[in-house]
């Protein structure tokens, strides 16, 4: 999954961003508003953390301004103003959750990743169908009794894939999701890294669509 962390802290951005990685996600930074909102509008983000305090145009108006236009990516505002009425006018602008600095990543984390699962239907932490079970801190899956680590692009694929399960998924949208904006992003990565996924879940699991892309397959799965 992709992020958008939207912090003007450059220290803050070293720490979270680095934990954010380690949790799994591909993260995109911005510094000011005015970039803040031209990504947000232009690149495919799973969610974005949104920072109110920023430099050339206020986060707020960043948040109002994507709503305006029916941009409805996830959105965690973050912001050192905690007032209960603060937080009554970000959730009226359209964000999603709210977090107070300061924070504890493992938090920030947790209300990402509850906010991407509820967006795709999921009601609890775990990503589990009927073969499959993700684990998100180990970063492995395991099937049946059968338990496998996954890499870091591995896992952002598969999380991907078991919460868009029976949809069809382009190379280019993998690679969107999968990938941070600096990353190089090579079709060919992406069969490689589907290959691997095959080798450690079963071919059956992945089907190709000719000419399409990709769909996770588990027939009789029950993810909840």
Excluded at 155 to 160: I, N, V
Excluded at 163 to 170: A, E, W
């Amino acid at each position: 999954m992709r992020l958008l962390l939207v912090e003007d802290d450059s220290e803050l951005v070293a720490l979270v961003r680095a934990d954010l990685v380690k949790a799994g996600f591909a993260i995109d930074v911005a510094d000011n508003g005015i970039d803040a909102e031209h990504m947000g509008d232009t690149e495919p983000y799973d969610a974005v953390v949104l920072d109110l305090g920023l430099p050339q145009k206020p986060g707020m108006d960043v948040l109002q301004a994507w709503r305006s236009r029916g941009n409805r990516v996830p959105v965690i505002v973050l912001t050192a103003r905690d007032a209960w009425y603060e937080r009554v006018d970000g959730f009226k602008a359209g964000a999603d959750d709210y977090l107070g600095k300061p924070f504890h990543v493992e938090e920030l984390i947790a209300r990402i990743r509850a906010l991407i699962y509820r967006r795709h239907g999921h009601t609890s932490s775990r990503i589990e169908t009927h073969m499959l079970t993700l684990d998100e801190d180990l970063q492995q899956v395991s099937v049946g009794e059968v338990t496998h680590q996954l890499t870091g692009t591995e896992f952002r694929m598969l999380r991907y894939m078991m919460l868009n399960s029976g949809r069809i998924l382009s190379k280019s949208r993998l690679s969107e999701h999968v990938y941070d904006q600096d990353s190089e992003r090579d079709s060919n990565l992406i069969e490689v890294y589907v290959r691997r996924l095959r080798e450690k879940i079963g071919t059956q699991m992945i089907l190709t669509k000719r000419g399409q892309g990709y769909i996770f397959n588990d027939p009789g799965s029950d993810q909840s």
